[in-house]
């Protein structure tokens, strides 16, 4: 549906198709048609009659009254026939220089950044059920989270409620990208053993760990290779490297999601690999990588340097250090966008991994930076113009 072609529908035209002639909801800002849909709602007409002309996003994510699986939000998508037009937007445009860049709605991206910056607009997306960053901090209610989306009970070991849930892929993958948020982002039980502190890591590990192999590594380098310049080259070139290898190991293994195997083994899997990380981004020890698991993520990439650079194993190893050097600046930077304020440019790229969370999880994979997403055709929108509820 091309979007820009719909029109802007005032709160006046909305309260006028209450009935079952022409009923219309709301979603956010985008309004939907769904007379059509009243006999087939598996809930009854009636029930839609009675969010007629008001937003449905709160009663979509109430499990108690009915299940709305992403099916539904696609069934929506279909009746989408143009943008509320809230008082506050209409505010908004009347006294902004920019007028056209907010009406007819959808804006662009420049009159979504005003709106936002405005306070005009609040949208839930549709995929996290969230609408800003600061919604990834609200705390979660352990009792009523389960009693709700009957998923996981964050006061149980999470392991083994994934193992023995009997999930589908498909109810699986909505709820771990719905953000939860435990204590304060204290880490919730995932073993509920002797393992649980082996899956914790505090940040520090890292630097602490890998620096000095790389220091070291990069120092026998030195002894095979003509001079410091060529190694600075080949660690530099691994240095580069490491940005796609962290594009692609975001985006091709850690979100797998479409070819991930509908069973229990692969449910659990990726559940310990990254999603976890989505279903409670902000837990403090769980969010840099354990060193136990990046030596086995680590020992193809030695062994890839080694055949690429096979004439040289002192070039192979400097290119090497240097790619784990990106590693190490990788994960840290990783923990500080969730957990610290930073300088104006990292303030940038934290708006920018945060939205990656509550906005739109299939797009905006690079961490250190948004270079490869632009390559790839999967940067994120601004927020305000991002697939929303």
Known sequence: MATQTLPTITHAELEAHRSTKSC??????????ITPFLDDH??????????????????????????????????LADHQIGFLATDSILDVAADSAQTAQILPLPPTKDGARELHANGATKVVFATTGMSSAEDLSVETDPSSDYRTHKFLDLNRPLLMQVWTGGFSKAFYLEQVHRPRHYKGGASAPLFGNF??????????????????PVMYGTYLSRDGLPS????????????????????????????VDK????????????????????YLPMDKLRLVMPPTLFIVLAIPFWKLAHFVFSYSWHAATAAFCGGIFGYICYDLTHYFLHHRQLPAFYRELKRYHLQHHFADYENGFGVTSRFWDRIFGTELAPPGAAKAA
Not at 49 to 54: F, H, I, M, Q
Not at 260 to 275: A, E, K, Q, S, Y
Request: aromatic content about 14%; glycine content about 10%.
């Open 24 to 33: 219309y909801v709301t979603l956010g800002t985008k309004v939907y048609d």
């Open 42 to 75: 598996p809930g009854g007409g009636d029930l839609i009659l009675k969010w007629a002309g008001k937003d449905v996003a709160a009663v979509m994510l109430d499990e108690i009254s009915h299940h709305h699986s992403e099916a539904a939000y696609e069934i």
């Open 195 to 212: 393992l649980e502190p082996l899956s914790k890591t505090p940040w520090w590990v890292v630097p602490m760990v890998w620096l000095p």
């Open 228 to 255: 410091t310049l060529h190694v600075a080259g080949y660690w530099l070139f691994g240095l580069a490297m490491w940005t796609l290898v962290e594009y692609g190991l975001h985006r091709g293994l850690f979100h």
């Open 259 to 278: 070819y991930l195997p509908d069973n229990r083994v692969g449910i659990t899997v990726h559940f310990v690999l990254h999603g976890i990380h989505h």
